[in-house]
């Protein structure tokens, strides 16, 4: 079998790269303090609970910087090699591809390990000579190391709120980011993304965004997390298809956040108060 075994030198990102301008209504000067650090090539932690803006974010600032943006979806099986590349067999040959990470770095893209707690943590060393002075990534089974350009960065997203001791970031991992922190938008500006995203009528967003609000508050007696503004916008998009609002916002918001038959029924009697 024969062994062809070359780094692909064209490396096909144009379609990682966003065109078009992602919708994005910066809440605090997330924007700024991004910028800044990809100009000190320092990796960056987007901390916060799911559905908040982190991706939509992470979009808007591969747009804004105009480099592409590889996305990798963490999960417990990922492994280092799924990142890094392997040997695949082609026909006759054997070929080496790529992982994403690779991929990423050679092109000069942005990296986005999304919820990276959920990768196991030898998976996640191998981020590590990435995100310290050196900025390379060795490629153990080409026998290469690969230096990352300048264009290169590295960012991750978390959710402090899932927390637990198996899955938490060491701290050797996490100190190797600055951590940007967001939450759900105030509420001024969850209703114009809200009616954006939906094109419900202002009121319908505001509403949408009052409930959000009072079913967050309920964090504390049992949900584990407060309903994301993801769902708001679900529950916005049903309602714009016809869906009666009341049980549009049962069905985006009470049904998926918990299956605690109580808690859903006083989230019912916040939707039935509001809606
Ligand atoms: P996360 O990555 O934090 O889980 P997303 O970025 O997917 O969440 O956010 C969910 C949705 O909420 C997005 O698709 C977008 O429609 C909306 N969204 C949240 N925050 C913002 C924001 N600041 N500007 C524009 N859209 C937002």
């Known amino acids: ?11 096909p990102v144009d379609e990682y790269l966003i065109t078009e301008e992602p919708y994005y209504v910066p809440v605090g000067n997330e924007v700024e303090i991004f910028i800044a650090a990809y100009r000190n090539k320092l990796p960056v932690n987007l901390k916060g609970p799911t559905g908040c803006g982190k991706t939509r974010f992470m979009e ?17 099986d990922l ?16 070929e080496w591809s790529d992982g994403p990470l690779t991929k990423a770095v050679k092109s000069g893209a942005i990296c986005y390990l999304d919820e990276v707690v959920e990768a196991r943590k030898d998976t996640i060393v191998v981020i590590h000579p990435l995100t310290d002075d050196r900025r390379i990534i060795p490629i153990d089974k080409l026998g290469v190391i690969v230096k990352a350009p300048d264009e290169f960065m590295l960012s991750v997203s978390y959710n402090p709120g899932y927390q637990s001791i198996v899955k938490d970031m060491k701290q050797s991992t996490r100190q190797r980011f600055v951590a940007i922190e967001f939450d759900y938008p105030p509420a001024e500006l969850e209703k114009q993304i809200v009616a954006h995203e ?43 298809e016809g869906i009666e609002a009341k049980e549009a916002c049962k069905i985006a918001m009470s049904q998926p956040i918990t299956d605690n038959q109580d808690l859903q029924r006083s989230i019912d009697e916040i939707i039935a108060a509001i809606m």
């Open 1 to 11: 079998m024969a062994m062809k075994c070359a780094l692909s030198e064209e490396l």
């Open 60 to 76: 808007y600032m591969a747009w804004k910087l105009q480099r592409p943006l590889i996305t990798i979806a963490c999960h417990e």
């Open 79 to 94: 492994t280092a090699t799924d990142l890094v590349g392997r040997f695949l067999i082609k026909g006759e040959n054997v």
């Open 198 to 240: 939906t094109h419900v009528d202002e009121q319908t967003a505001a509403r949408l965004v009052e409930i959000g609000q009072s079913i967050r508050n309920f964090k504390h007696h049992g949900l584990e997390e407060g309903v994301s503004t993801r769902l708001l916008i679900y529950a916005g998009k049903l309602i714009k």
